[in-house]
T-cell receptor, first 107, second 111 residues
Framework: AQRVTQPEKLLSVFKGAPVELKCNYS??????LFWYVQYSRQRLQLLLR??SRESIKGFTADLNKGETSFHLKKPFAQEEDSAMYYC?????????FGQGTTLQVKP | EAGVVQSPRYKIIEKKQPVAFWCNPI?????LYWYRQNLGQGPELLIR????????DSQLPKDRFSAERLKGVDSTLKIQPAELGDSAVYLC?????????FGPGTRLTVL
């Protein structure tokens, strides 16, 4: 079955510390991978798409096909990064989401 | 641009009552999705439309849920009758070039 797993429900770090949000996927074929973010009282929005190979708000994500992972990283966390982060995969236009990780950045 | 619009934002009903949610996608987006998000979970697809055609409704509980997208623009998702387990956030999204844009969601509470 197609599945996206985010093993951490909550990740708490101090401002300035490095952040890594883990995502593993189990998927047939070669899915497209995404990270979505939901800030408090805002709608779900796209943060990163693996084919874009961009850095958005200091975040990057590397697709590791061997480990079937797509971890989200940022070298220095900021308080405004506090939000819920969802990893998602798709190969047919249908997005399958992980359960989400709450990132809490403490001052 | 307003983005994907959904209404109502909140709805509280008693079990066995009907409820309907409305979605207006971003102009020009032919693909429309309805997701359900249970507390502490990621969104799960209920139904996907390409224009007015439902192309994936395999996860829609058809005994009580129905959806329509007349004229390939706005869409309505209905539950009749609602059950306690239907309490969730119902998200609408529309897509362009493979990127999905989400609405604010409707939070449904069934008492």
């Amino acid at each position: 079955a197609q599945r996206v797993t985010q093993p951490e429900k909550l990740l708490s770090v101090f401002k300035g510390a490095p952040v890594e949000l883990k995502c593993n996927y189990s998927y047939s074929g070669s899915p497209e991978l995404f990270w979505y973010v939901q800030y408090s009282r805002q709608r779900l929005q796209l943060l990163l798409r693996h084919i874009s190979r961009e850095s958005i708000k200091g975040f990057t994500a590397d697709l590791n096909k061997g480990e079937t992972s797509f971890h989200l990283k940022k070298p220095f966390a900021q308080e405004e990064d506090s939000a819920m982060y969802y990893c998602a995969a798709s190969n047919t236009g249908k997005l399958i989401f992980g359960q989400g990780t709450t990132l809490q950045v403490k001052p | 641009e307003a983005g994907v619009v959904q209404s109502p934002r909140y709805k509280i009903i008693e079990k066995k009552q009907p409820v309907a949610f409305w979605c207006n996608p971003i102009s020009g987006h032919n693909t429309l999705y309805w997701y359900r998000q249970n507390l502490g979970q990621g969104p799960e697809l209920l139904i996907r439309y390409e224009n007015e055609e439902a192309v994936d409704d395999s996860q829609l509980p058809k005994d009580r849920f129905s959806a329509e997208r007349l004229k390939g623009v706005d869409s309505t998702l209905k539950i009749q009758p609602a059950e306690l387990g239907d309490s969730a956030v119902y998200l609408c999204a529309s897509s362009f070039l493979g990127l999905q844009f989400f609405g604010p969601g409707t939070r449904l509470t069934v008492l």
